[in-house]
């Protein structure tokens, strides 16, 4: 019997030290960035991921990797032969992992996919994955603009002054918006246009139409909005006979024409008049 109790003590304390060890080896292949180091050079890895939003995350929690792949590479890179061994681990299941942070509470402050109106209709309404939309170079994972165009070949820009924008600084991701752009982001550039007054109630991009043409046109104003105007008084006369465009006589973003506005404006073409008149 003693012989026996000495034998079941000894498999016991045989299985606590294999507990151990596992252990160990668990969390030194799951837990510690050192364990990428047998295979990788991780010098300029480690830089960029210390300098990025994501240096509180172990290398692991993104770079996921099963016990059954990890022991097949360990045993790979033991023989010699790791570059003929699969892994995704490296630059495509990191792409599948970014929903665990990313879809509800975010950390780091960034925004969630669901907060976020622009993720959501990217993500849940196009179906598009993580990775088509961001660069994951350098552990920086910044928007690729030129990814943009992969879908919205059509929306090209305009003008001198905005050829070069970079396509969020006009469309914000978090903005509840439709097309993901409002007045107030317009006004960060555009400080001089009135806030009050006719037509301060309508978004820019009710009248202006950048990734079409940035000049607006008669059309856009008669087309939209005024198009009963060529029946009203003398608008007719100098839309359709003259071929004036109403900007010629309204001047953008104040556009009501007084008694003073209708000096030099009006007697340009004809002996000056009551502006008052011009719409009876």
Same mark, same amino acid.
């Given at each position: #019997?003693?012989?026996?109790?000495?034998?079941?003590?000894?498999?016991?304390?045989?299985?606590?030290?294999?507990?151990?060890?596992?252990? $160990?080896?668990y969390d030194y292949t799951q837990k510690d960035p050192d364990f990428c180091s047998l295979c990788h050079l991780m010098q300029e890895g480690y830089k960029s991921w210390s300098t990025? $939003?994501?240096?509180q995350i172990l290398c692991q929690h993104c770079h996921e990797i099963s016990l059954l792949e990890e022991n097949r590479l360990l045993v790979a890179f033991v023989a010699g032969n790791v570059t003929h061994v699969s892994q995704t681990h490296g630059r495509l299941r990191p792409w599948d992992g970014c929903v665990k942070c990313h879809l509800q509470d975010a950390a780091q402050g960034s925004l969630t996919l669901r907060v976020s109106y622009g993720h959501a209709r990217h993500v849940f309404m196009r179906n598009l994955s993580c990775r088509e939309c961001h660069a994951g170079g350098s552990h920086a994972f910044k928007p690729d603009q030129s990814r943009c !165009?992969? /879908?919205?070949?059509?929306?090209?820009?305009?003008? #001198?002054?905005?050829a070069g924008l970079y396509c969020l600084t006009c469309h914000g991701f978090g903005e509840n918006a439709k097309k993901l752009v409002t007045s107030s982001k317009?006004?960060? /550039? @555009?400080?001089?246009?009135? $806030?009050?007054?006719?037509?301060?109630?309508?978004? /820019?991009?009710? /009248?202006? @139409?950048?990734? !079409? $043409? #940035?000049?607006?046109?008669?059309?856009?104003?008669?087309?939209?909005?005024?198009?009963?105007?060529?029946?009203?008084?003398?608008h007719g006369k100098h839309l359709e006979r003259v071929k004036m465009e109403c900007m010629a006589?309204?001047?953008?973003?104040?556009w009501v024409i007084g008694k003073q506005a209708a000096k030099g404006l009006c007697d340009r073409c004809h002996a000056l008049k009551n502006p008052g008149s011009f719409v009876y």
């Open positions: #019997m003693k012989g026996k109790g000495g034998i079941l003590i000894l498999v016991l304390l045989v299985c606590a030290l294999a507990a151990i060890a596992g252990k $160990r080896y990025s $939003r994501h240096n !165009q992969k /879908c919205h070949s059509d929306k090209t820009v305009h003008g #001198m002054g905005t317009c006004f960060e /550039c @555009h400080g001089d246009v009135p $806030r009050k007054g006719v037509m301060s109630h309508l978004e /820019c991009y009710e /009248c202006h @139409h950048p990734h !079409q $043409r #940035m000049k607006m046109e008669s059309k856009d104003c008669l087309g939209s909005c005024h198009g009963n105007e060529v029946k009203a008084g003398l006589c309204h001047k953008p973003h104040s």
